[in-house]
């Protein structure tokens, strides 16, 4: 049985960083490409990032680009998403998404496991 368990978020302060990781088990983690989606309230989920099976290929929405970097570590089988300079609008539940594949993809749809998420709350 898969799972992925998203850890790090909490309540911060603008302009503060915070590290998200993703620990997966049940999952042959190098054979899956790990994506990064978060969700507002009242808003659709929203793709953030997402992690090629090396490392090296990695993607991120616009909206967040230059702020937010996404690593793996194959050994630990775990994702990370380091998140800095944050403001009120990343505001949101953070979840990591895997699918076995060999493309990157920034489609929810395409991800076949998610984790149950963690809150990141933005406020002064």
């Known amino acids: 049985q898969v799972r992925l368990v998203e850890t790090g978020g909490g309540l911060v302060q603008p302009g503060d960083s915070l590290t998200l990781s993703c620990a997966a088990s049940g999952l042959l983690f190098s054979a899956a490409v790990m994506g990064w989606f978060r969700q507002a309230p009242g808003k659709e989920r929203e793709f953030v990032a997402a992690v090629g099976l090396t490392g090296d290929t990695t993607y991120y929405s616009d909206s967040i680009k230059g702020r937010f970097t996404s690593t793996r570590d194959n050994a630990k089988r775990t994702v990370s998403l380091r998140v800095n300079n944050l403001n009120p609008a990343d505001t949101a539940t953070y979840y990591c998404?895997?699918?076995?594949?060999?493309?990157?993809?920034?489609?929810?749809?395409?991800?076949?496991?998610w984790g149950q998420g963690t809150q990141v709350t933005v406020s002064s």
């Open positions: 998404a895997a699918v076995y594949s060999a493309r990157t993809s920034r489609a929810s749809s395409s991800y076949k496991y």
